[in-house]
Every structure is written in structure tokens, then in C-alpha cells.
Nanobody, 126 residues
């Protein structure tokens, strides 16, 4: 069983930055494909970014491309999401997700991941 714990959420003004972290345990971290999703009130959970096992494969939602950067440190069992130029529409609960095997067609889908963190709130005010 994989446990994921997110941290780093908070409240910022438009244009500000935050860095989210997700610490994983319960399985060799380098064997996990990692993703970040977010969910705003009344909306479905949506894909934000994903990173492959070694960090060489990166995917981003169009809405965050150029502003957010996903990275991982396999020695620290942690995946990060650096969020710059934040906008009010980025306000949501951000979830870390993991799975040892994510199909190429499923990296942006909730169903592609078996393990989820509890979420961390990000609020961007105008």
C-alpha cells in the first residue's frame, strides 16, 4: 500500500507562487508514476501535471503549461509542483496521485492512478 501526504498549500495573491510537495511511502518511490490533480468546488477532479518514473517524462495540462513545473527527487521519495504566476482560477484542492503502471492513454485520467493523497488547499485571491 502506498501512502501519499501533500503539503505546501496556502493562500496567495494573483501572480504569486507556491510549491507543493508530496511525500510517498510504502513502495519504492522510483517505481511510481506520479501525478498532480486539482478539484475546485462543484467541479470534477482535473489533471494538472504528471511525471514518469525517472523524471524524464513530463506532461502538463494546457491551462498550467509555462507556469507550473513538476519534478521529483527519488532520493527523498518526494514529488513537487512549483506553481508560478498563480491565477484565481487555480484555486482548488490539489491532490497527489501515484501508480506503478500508468498507461500512456491514462496519465491525465483519475482512473489511471490507484493511490491518492488527502489533498492540500490552494487559494489565489485577486
Amino acid at each position: 500500500q502506498v501512502q501519499l501526504v501533500e503539503s505546501g498549500g496556502g493562500s496567495v495573491q494573483t501572480g504569486g507562487s507556491l510549491r507543493l510537495s508530496c511525500a510517498a511511502s510504502g513502495r519504492t518511490f522510483s517505481s511510481l508514476f506520479m501525478g498532480w490533480f486539482r478539484q475546485a468546488p462543484g467541479n470534477e477532479r482535473e489533471f494538472v501535471a504528471a511525471i514518469g518514473w525517472s523524471g524524464s517524462i513530463l506532461y502538463y495540462a494546457d491551462s498550467v503549461k509555462g507556469r507550473f513545473t513538476i519534478s521529483r527527487d527519488n532520493a527523498k521519495n518526494t514529488v513537487y509542483l512549483q506553481m508560478n504566476s498563480l491565477k484565481p482560477e487555480d484555486t482548488a484542492v490539489y491532490y497527489c496521485a501515484a501508480d506503478p503502471l500508468v498507461k500512456n492513454s491514462d496519465y491525465a485520467r483519475v482512473r489511471g492512478y490507484d493511490y491518492w493523497g488527502q489533498g492540500t488547499q490552494v487559494t489565489v485571491s485577486s
